[in-house]
């Protein structure tokens, strides 16, 4: 017997929000504090790796279709990439600051996934509308990292990034496969949970 969705979801929640605080913090902080400690150089590069990796199995286990399939190795692909190469840039393997459009980049595949892995409406169920609401919150927020990469010195974008990871936590934690949203659930959506 598999979990319901929405307990897996609440799980990858809970790493998104530490990521979220840790990239707060840092922003807080600024980059040079954050980093006199090196072993927080490599916190949230190595948690993204490390969701990335545990997204591998649900793209196998949890998956109703082949486009759920796709859209969740997609993701897991793309943060290990993000994290990877955030890795490589903190420990100093990789020196082109080109490598810092791996975040922009896979916060805009990840938001296009979401996008296009749901395909009822968005008052459809509370899940269907948390799909669409993330894909856009993550598409618009990867204008945040790609100003960061831009204009490094400048803190609004960091902040901006660090917000997005914790709404995208808030959004997860939210999640319910079948509710109703707004007073809203479509008789063909099932009997709702709670």
């Keep these: ?7 897996v979801h609440w799980l ?23 980093r006199r400690r090196r072993w927080r150089a490599y916190l949230w590069p190595g948690l993204v790796l490390a969701l990335g990796i545990l997204i591998m199995p649900l793209s196998v286990f949890y998956t109703a279709s082949t486009l759920h399939m796709l859209a969740h190795w997609s993701w897991a692909q793309v943060a290990m990439l993000m994290g990877a190469a955030q890795l490589g840039l903190v420990h100093g393997r990789l020196r082109n600051r080109l490598w810092e459009l791996t975040v922009p980049v896979a916060l805009v595949v990840t938001g296009a996934g979401l996008l296009v892995h749901e395909q009822r409406d968005w008052l459809y169920s ?30 609004v974008p960091a902040f901006g ?27 063909l959506a099932g009997t709702p949970h709670r």
Excluded: Q
Aim: charge should be neutral.
């Design 12 to 34: 990858f929640a809970t790493g998104f929000l530490f990521l979220g605080l840790c990239l707060v913090a840092e922003s807080v902080v600024g980059r040079d504090v954050w």
């Design 126 to 155: 509370r899940a269907a509308f948390l799909h669409h609401l993330t894909g856009w919150v993550l598409i618009l927020g990867a204008l945040f990292p790609l100003a960061g990469v831009m204009r490094p010195s400048w803190r």
């Design 161 to 187: 990034y660090a917000a997005t990871m914790v709404l995208l936590a808030v959004l997860l934690f939210a999640d319910r496969d079948v509710a109703p949203i707004f007073g809203h659930l479509s008789p």
């Design 1 to 7: 017997m598999s979990p319901p969705p929405e307990h």
